[in-house]
């Protein structure tokens, strides 16, 4: 019998865990406790494995596998962002997978105080507080730093690179409706997010010229998450290359989308 695609003791070094993709060893490594919190508790609630994120991938309308990829974050043709189940929620968390269920990166909430923990878990009142996000890759390195400053009223985002560069911001247009985002980099429109149906489910990304380049769908989460938790999974299907900050904005939709939209609804 095959062994499932998931993170094992390292045989060179049993402080490390290693990616096992179901065929082979792949060379991303992980410290030993990181991966415990980042990706095999996630399993013991109902996690992703390869079937389940293959189904998500169908889902989303991809029947057969996208060509391309270099196996980064930043080059995938499909990520698939699945939101941690939690029974008590007090902070958001996601894995991000390749089309081929290989662990691209994870995102941690960072900087919430006690009490931020406290009024997240038994309160609805998740716009009143400040979200950072770190996208960290397979080793824990930050790749992007996503902010979402606490609002009553139109969300904007924050993009940064993992060094704290800024990138550009991700600007709610409107309230009622089909809602819109804008991306804007260095003081220019570098394209925008526009959801397909008011749910806010389906959204098309688009560059500066208003032509879609990659798109996200909301994917079914599965009954035993929708009965226990308020997981949320994503799909973001890349249609073609496109060049940073688009590319770095697209990234950071997958997680912004459910931060800006999902969490103010629960």
Same mark, same amino acid.
């Given at each position: 019998?095959?062994?499932?695609?998931?993170?094992?003791?390292?045989?060179?070094?049993?402080?490390?865990?290693? &990616?096992?993709?179901?065929?082979?060893?792949?060379?991303?490594?992980?410290?030993?406790?990181?991966?415990?919190?980042?990706?095999? #508790?996630?399993?013991?609630?109902?996690?992703?494995?390869?079937?389940?994120?293959?189904?998500?991938?169908?889902?989303?309308?991809?029947?057969?596998?996208?060509?391309?990829?270099?196996?980064?974050?930043?080059?995938?043709?499909?990520?698939?962002?699945?939101?941690?189940?939690?029974?008590?929620?007090?902070?958001?968390?996601?894995?991000?997978?390749?089309?081929?269920?290989?662990?691209?990166?994870?995102?941690?909430?960072?900087?919430?105080?006690?009490?931020?923990?406290?009024?997240?878990?038994?309160?609805?009142?998740?716009?009143?507080?400040?979200?950072?996000?770190?996208?960290?890759?397979?080793?824990?390195?930050?790749?992007?730093?996503?902010?979402?400053?606490?609002?009553?009223?139109?969300?904007?985002?924050?993009?940064?690179?993992?060094?704290?560069?800024?990138?550009?911001?991700?600007?709610?247009?409107?309230?009622?409706?089909?809602?819109?985002?804008?991306?804007?980099?260095?003081?220019?429109?570098?394209?925008?997010?526009?959801?397909?149906? &008011?749910?806010?489910?389906?959204?098309? #990304?688009?560059?500066?010229?208003?032509?879609?380049?990659?798109?996200?769908?909301?994917? &079914?989460?599965?009954?035993?998450?929708?009965?226990?938790?308020?997981?949320?999974?994503?799909?973001?299907?890349?249609?073609?290359?496109?060049?940073?900050? #688009?590319?770095?904005?697209?990234?950071?939709?997958?997680?912004?989308?459910?931060?800006? #939209?999902?969490?103010?609804?629960?």
């Amino acid at each position: 019998m095959n062994t499932a695609p998931g993170w094992y003791p390292d045989n060179a070094d049993p402080r490390y865990v290693r &990616w096992w993709d179901g065929n082979q060893w792949t060379h991303h490594l992980q410290p030993r406790r990181q991966q415990t919190d980042a990706h095999h #508790l996630e399993m013991q609630v109902g996690g992703t494995g390869q079937d389940r994120v293959a189904h998500q991938v169908q889902r989303a309308g991809i029947a057969q596998p996208v060509r391309g990829g270099g196996g980064s974050l930043f080059t995938e043709p499909v990520l698939v962002v699945n939101q941690k189940a939690k029974l008590i929620e007090m902070s958001n968390s996601y894995v991000i997978y390749d089309q081929h269920a290989r662990h691209l990166a994870t995102v941690e909430q960072v900087g919430q105080s006690g009490a931020a923990k406290a009024l997240r878990a038994f309160t609805k009142m998740d716009a009143v507080l400040d979200v950072r996000l770190e996208i960290r890759d397979v080793h824990g390195h930050p790749l992007l730093r996503v902010t979402r400053p606490a609002t009553m009223w139109k969300s904007k985002v924050l993009v940064e690179r993992g060094d704290g560069m800024p990138i550009g911001e991700i600007i709610q247009e409107n309230v009622f409706g089909k809602v819109r985002f804008s991306y804007v980099c260095g003081g220019m429109k570098a394209g925008g997010i526009h959801a397909e149906n &008011w749910r806010a489910w389906n959204f098309s #990304l688009q560059d500066h010229t208003g032509t879609e380049v990659a798109r996200i769908t909301k994917t &079914w989460q599965g009954l035993g998450k929708a009965m226990f938790s308020t997981a949320d999974n994503y799909v973001v299907q890349f249609h073609r290359q496109v060049p940073d900050p #688009l590319l770095s904005m697209i990234v950071a939709s997958g997680v912004t989308v459910d931060t800006v #939209l999902s969490q103010n609804q629960g």
